[in-house]
C-alpha cells in the first residue's frame, strides 16, 4: 500500500497521467490545460536562460584562471557577469521550484485539500518568483548591455594580448553584449519572465477558484455531477417508493380463511379439503 504524505496518496503518481490526454483533454477541472501550457514555458524559458548564462559564467570563469596562469599579476575582472548570471540561476531554480511543484500537484492530485495557510504560502511564492525573476532579468540586461570585463595588473596591449590566447568556444569577449550566449540569455530571461507573470496569476485564479467558487472543478463537471447523482437518487427513490407501496398492499389484502377457501372450492366444483378438527362441532350426546 503506497503511502500518504502531507495527505498526498503517493498512488496516484502513475506514469499515464503524462499523457496528453490526460494532461490536455481533461476539461473536468478548473484552468487545467492553461496551467499546463504557461507553467511549462515558464519552466523551459527560465531554464535556458539560466543554462545559457551558466555556459557564459563558465567560460569567464576559466578565462580568470586561464590569464593568472600565463602571468599572476594579471587579474581579468569579469564578476559583474559572474555575479549578474549567478543570481540568474538562483531565480531560475526558484521558479522551477514553486511553479514546477505547482505543475506535478496539479496532474496528480488535482483534487488535494489545503489548509488555508498552505494557500497564502502558495500565494506569497508566486508573488516572490515574479520579483525575484524581474530583479534577475533587469541586472542580467542592464550589466550585458552596458558593462564589460578588463584586465587589472598589467598594461592594455599585455591585457589583450593574454585574453586573446583563451580559445574556448572560440573566445570569451571582454565586451559581454558581443558574446552570443550572454545576449541569448537575456532574451531567454524575458521570455521566461513574460511567462512567470500569467503563471502566478493562473496561480492566483485557481486559489480562488477553490476558496469561493465550486472548488477545484470547473462549473460544468459540478453540474455533471450534481445531475449524475439527481439521476441515481431519483431512481432509488422510486424503486423504494414502488417497494413501499408493493408492500403496503399486500398488507391490506385479507389472507382468506378455511371456511371461505372451502367455499370457493364447492363453488368451482371441486372437491374441498377435509373440515380441521377444530371446526368440527363438538356431540354432546352420545
Not at 32 to 39: A, L, N, S
Amino acid at each position: 500500500m503506497a503511502p500518504v504524505v502531507w495527505g498526498l496518496d503517493l498512488k496516484e503518481m502513475q506514469w499515464y497521467k503524462f499523457k496528453s490526454s490526460y494532461m490536455f483533454k481533461n476539461r473536468d477541472y478548473h484552468l487545467r490545460r492553461t496551467k499546463f501550457i504557461v507553467y511549462q514555458l515558464a519552466l523551459i524559458f527560465c531554464v535556458v536562460s539560466e543554462s545559457l548564462g551558466t555556459a557564459a559564467l563558465s567560460d569567464y570563469i576559466d578565462e580568470q584562471k586561464f590569464v593568472h596562469r600565463l602571468n599572476p599579476n594579471a587579474y581579468v575582472y569579469n564578476n559583474d557577469y559572474v555575479g549578474a548570471a549567478s543570481y540568474n540561476i538562483f531565480a531560475g531554480v526558484f521558479v522551477a521550484t514553486i511553479f514546477g511543484a505547482a505543475f506535478f500537484f496539479d496532474l496528480f492530485w488535482p483534487e488535494r485539500h489545503e489548509s488555508k495557510s498552505v494557500r497564502t504560502a502558495w500565494k506569497v511564492c508566486g508573488i516572490l518568483a515574479v520579483i525575484f525573476h524581474l530583479a534577475a532579468a533587469l541586472e542580467l540586461t542592464v550589466i550585458t548591455a552596458m558593462h564589460q570585463g578588463h584586465v587589472t595588473g598589467v598594461s592594455e596591449q599585455e591585457g589583450a594580448n593574454l585574453v586573446g590566447q583563451f580559445h574556448k568556444d572560440d573566445g570569451t569577449p571582454l565586451n559581454y553584449k558581443k558574446n552570443p550566449r550572454a545576449l541569448a540569455a537575456v532574451v531567454f530571461v524575458w521570455l521566461g519572465f513574460a511567462s512567470i507573470v500569467p503563471s502566478c496569476m493562473l496561480l492566483f485564479l485557481s486559489i480562488d477558484n477553490t476558496e469561493t467558487g465550486p472548488g477545484p472543478k470547473t462549473a460544468h463537471a459540478q453540474d455533471r455531477e450534481a445531475a449524475h447523482i439527481a439521476a441515481n437518487s431519483s431512481s432509488a427513490e422510486r424503486e423504494a417508493q414502488s417497494f413501499e407501496t408493493e408492500k403496503e398492499r399486500s398488507s391490506q389484502e385479507p389472507e382468506p380463511t378455511h371456511q371461505q377457501s372451502r367455499e370457493q372450492a364447492t363453488a368451482q366444483g371441486e372437491t374441498p379439503y377435509a373440515t380441521p378438527a377444530a371446526e368440527i362441532p363438538a356431540n354432546t350426546a352420545r
